[in-house]
């Protein structure tokens, strides 16, 4: 079983940065994919980012290329979204994931076993 807490949301305005953090704890816990998720209401939950075990592989949704950036401390078995140049459309609650199984980084939702609480970020205009 693996634990994830997400921390570091918040309400900021347009063109702010914010970084969140994703804490792991637990079986294996520095030994998964983890994969970066929004959910803005009344929409799907949608895939931001996603960093293989080591790190050495990344993947990023087409709105957030260039702004975003996934980087991960297996020492402390943490994983961060550094999220520069937020706009408005970059509101949701943000969940981190975990992908227990050993292949190439997924974007899909389905793929992820382990979830977060979430945290909300707030971009306004």
């Known amino acids: 079983q693996v634990q994830l807490h997400e921390s570091g949301g918040g309400l900021v305005q347009t063109g702010a940065s914010l970084k969140l953090s994703c804490a792991a704890s637990?079986?294996?816990?520095?030994?998964?994919?983890i994969g970066w998720f929004r959910q803005a209401p009344g929409k799907d939950r949608e895939f931001v980012a996603a960093s293989s075990r080591s790190g050495a592989n990344t993947a990023y949704a087409d709105s957030v290329k260039g702004r975003f950036s996934v980087s991960r401390d297996n020492a402390q078995s943490t994983v961060y979204l550094q999220m520069n140049s937020l706009k408005p459309e970059d509101t949701a609650v943000y969940y981190c994931?975990?992908?227990?199984?050993?292949?190439?980084?997924?974007?899909?939702?389905?793929?992820?076993?382990?979830w977060g609480q979430g945290t909300q970020v707030t971009v306004s205009s």
């Open positions: 994931a975990a992908d227990s199984i050993f292949r190439p980084v997924m974007a899909s939702v389905t793929s992820y076993d382990y």
């Open positions: 637990g079986r294996s816990s520095g030994r998964f994919t």
